[in-house]
């Protein structure tokens, strides 16, 4: 039988974490997810002021956390997939970081990723929500492990932000005007000493 104390266990280890997580992110919780919450609590209500019977109550608690969870777990992957987005369109050369196998190694995690991901979502069809939420969590944690591996140091993506040839970079238009102008310079110096 499922205890109450099981059901604040399940929301302290998992569902507060994912909260916190979604709501530094944008300020915001998604409503499906209060929803969820609203609905894990109202049958903890019930064993109060109903007198509906514990072990029933508390596993349709921890089956509505569960489901907020998945929920907040699709928000990290839409998230996640959003940062992926803005470092593609920073145009920053990433073979100049780490030797050059930080995009490969990038990408190939980014798979696992996305293979995490695709399964989590195949597994929700299955009438057991403990092996979708198993999945998620593994996706989750690859996430969060990403994120820490490609993404906690900004100062390597400014770094080779500045070496990253660019039209538009100012630093490029100085390289190419000083060029051009030792090019003539030189080009002049040989003309008017080989003239004589």
């Known amino acids: 039988?499922?205890?109450?104390?099981?059901?604040?266990?399940?929301?302290?280890d998992y569902v507060?974490?994912?909260?916190?997580?979604i709501e530094a992110r944008n300020n915001s919780?998604?409503?499906?997810?209060?929803?969820?919450i609203h609905a894990a609590f109202d049958h903890l209500k019930r064993i109060y002021v109903?007198?509906?019977?514990?072990?029933i109550s508390c596993n349709k608690a921890i089956s509505h956390l569960k489901r907020g969870s998945l929920d907040a777990f699709k928000l990290?992957?839409?998230?996640?997939?959003?940062?992926?987005?803005?470092?593609?369109?920073?145009k920053i050369d990433f073979s100049l970081l780490d030797n050059g196998s930080f995009l490969p190694n990038l990408l190939a995690e980014k798979d696992v990723i996305i293979n995490l991901?695709?399964?989590a979502r195949m597994s929700e069809s299955n009438l057991d929500p403990s092996e979708?939420?198993?999945?998620?969590?593994?996706?989750s944690e690859a996430i969060n492990d990403f994120y820490e591996k490609y993404l906690s140091e900004p100062s390597k993506f400014e770094w080779a932000r500045g070496k990253t040839f660019s039209w538009r970079n100012k630093d490029t238009?100085?390289?190419i005007a000083i060029g051009f102008f030792t090019g003539c310079l030189s080009s002049f110096i040989v003309w008017y000493l080989t003239k004589q």
């Open 132 to 139: 979708s939420f198993d999945i998620w969590s593994k996706t």
């Open 173 to 175: 238009w100085r390289g």
């Open 16 to 21: 507060k974490p994912l909260y916190c997580e």
């Open 29 to 36: 919780l998604p409503i499906e997810l209060l929803f969820e």
């Open 1 to 12: 039988m499922t205890e109450i104390k099981e059901v604040y266990v399940f929301y302290q």
């Open 76 to 90: 990290k992957l839409k998230y996640y997939h959003e940062d992926l987005k803005l470092l593609q369109d920073s």
């Open 117 to 119: 991901g695709k399964a």
């Open 50 to 55: 109903e007198q509906d019977e514990q072990g």
